[in-house]
């Protein structure tokens, strides 16, 4: 059974900064790619960024410059820094990851339950 558990939404005027965490837990042999997603109401679940377990990223154009993506392999968490939030980055965010649970799994991917993000002034 495998866990992700995401922290850090809420209400956040235009221009300022929030920092997104998931930490995943439970029966965990390797994590690949941990990443971040967002859905809007009446919108697709789009890609954020993704980063993999050797530090390669990933961005959308709408985000990039703004946002940052980094994890902590010893804690199995991933985090997302968003500066200069905009009234369209409001969204419930997900974190995704591609974990195996022993050495002889397929990687599977696991979503969190999501958080809100709300910009508004």
């Known amino acids: 059974q495998v866990q992700l558990v995401e922290s850090g939404g809420g209400l956040v005027q235009p221009g300022g900064s929030l920092i997104l965490s998931c930490a995943a837990s439970?029966?965990?042999?390797?994590?690949?790619?941990m990443g971040w997603y967002r859905q809007a109401p009446g919108k697709q679940r789009e890609l954020v960024a993704a980063i993999t377990s050797g530090g390669s990223t990933n961005y959308a154009d709408s985000v990039k410059g703004r946002f940052t993506i980094s994890r902590d392999n010893a804690k199995n968490t991933v985090y997302l820094q968003m500066n200069s939030l905009k009234p369209e980055d409001t969204a419930v965010y997900y974190c995704?990851?591609?974990?195996?649970?022993?050495?002889?799994?397929?990687?599977?991917?696991?979503w969190g339950q999501g958080t809100q993000v709300t910009v508004s002034s």
């Open positions: 439970g029966s965990i042999f390797s994590i690949y790619a």
């Open positions: 995704n990851a591609e974990i195996r649970a022993d050495s002889g799994s397929y990687w599977l991917g696991y």
